[in-house]
């Protein structure tokens, strides 16, 4: 009996202990990229936990994430709500679930429900006027903003988080402030890139991909997606020869890639074969890159590319069929939709005309940026270094 009894008690103390095991876990293999094992990790978090509202409302927060993280915003929904719905009870408001504002901010993006995600995310800084609470609400929402097209609101949140991550001290002091200036980096340079302002857009992708160079162990799809907005920006100004040494770095590790990095390196590579003329390498890499993302914008951009290899061929009726695909889907950012207008606007001028002549690239995208007399700048030649 006593024996029995001692099982009993082992057996409890085991089951107790195991969401915080688990939960542990989850937070490791999640710091470290290793989504789909946190994934797994999660959900079992998550199962074992039927009896603690707070720790189910924890587990269902990091699967929520993990599913953002992998672009599967339907299946994040259900833990979305869930974990806010914890959230907004809570008083005091949990440490733990501190980012659950921001991960339903960005759900209330995905699913296009702009306004409800601009006002929660006034109304939350409001309440967490600290910075340090504030960072994931900070670059998460500044892609609403972006996706809405107010790019000042946007980088004036970006400027915040960039600013602290600047200074060595800050880093010391506020948990997680690296990842989060290395974000709000990449973010900015987006957003400096969509106003065509391709030489700051070039600088902070670099600080990024230096800031990044300095972890041990690398992690290697960041790093890519840095260089890739590098070299995106580089052959958008006609700077191609300083691109091939990111290029041929991408090609030797794109196998590390999957998903959403795979898909932004591979539109990087295409736009500047659309722009050097090599126009069935440029159609292979978006049409390829579709098939790893379904992302509003990401679709856009590829969408965009193949619309300028049509143009560029005189296909006049298949570019205006990919511009209108644009126009007419559920594309966030409106920088992919004025890129499609003036497609179409240069189609319409050449058929009132009567020209069928191919419209390349120089002449809507970045056409501000064509090769020209012009010193070499800092920016050109810190673009150049390679490791």
Known sequence: MR??????LALLLATGSMPFLLRRLT?????????????NLARWFYAVSPFSA??????????????????MFDRAAPYVDEAYAYYERANPKPSFLSEVPSIKILQLFRENQYEEAVALAEREFELHPHLSESLTMLTGASQVYIAVGNFAKAE?????????????LASLCIGGLVPAYRY???????????????????????????????ESPRPEP?????????LRCLACRRLFDATYAFEQEMHKKLSLLNGYS???VLRALALKALLQGKFDRARSLAEHSIILNLDPDDYADALLIQAGVFAARANYARTVSLCHQILDQRANNP???????????????????????PILPDTWCFPEWLPRKRTVGAADVCSRKEE
């Open 335 to 357: 920088f992919y939709k004025e890129q499609a207008e003036k497609l179409l606007r240069l189609v319409a001028e050449a058929e009132m005309e009567g020209r069928s002549d």
């Open 222 to 230: 960041a790093i890519l997606r840095a260089k890739a907005q590098i």
């Open 54 to 71: 707070r720790l189910r409302a924890e587990a269902a927060s990091l699967i929520a994430r993990i599913y953002q993280y992998l672009r």
């Open 3 to 8: 024996l029995l009894l001692q099982l009993l």
């Open 184 to 214: 709000a980096l990449m973010t900015k340079s987006l957003c400096r890139y969509f106003q065509h302002d391709l030489i700051q857009s070039t600088m902070l992708a670099h600080e990024a991909w230096e800031s990044l160079r300095e």
């Open 27 to 39: 937070y490791k293999r999640l710091h470290t990229g290793q989504l789909q094992k946190a994934l």
């Open 156 to 168: 004036e949140l970006l400027d915040k988080v960039i600013a602290l991550g600047r200074n060595p």
């Open 262 to 264: 795979r898909a932004f």
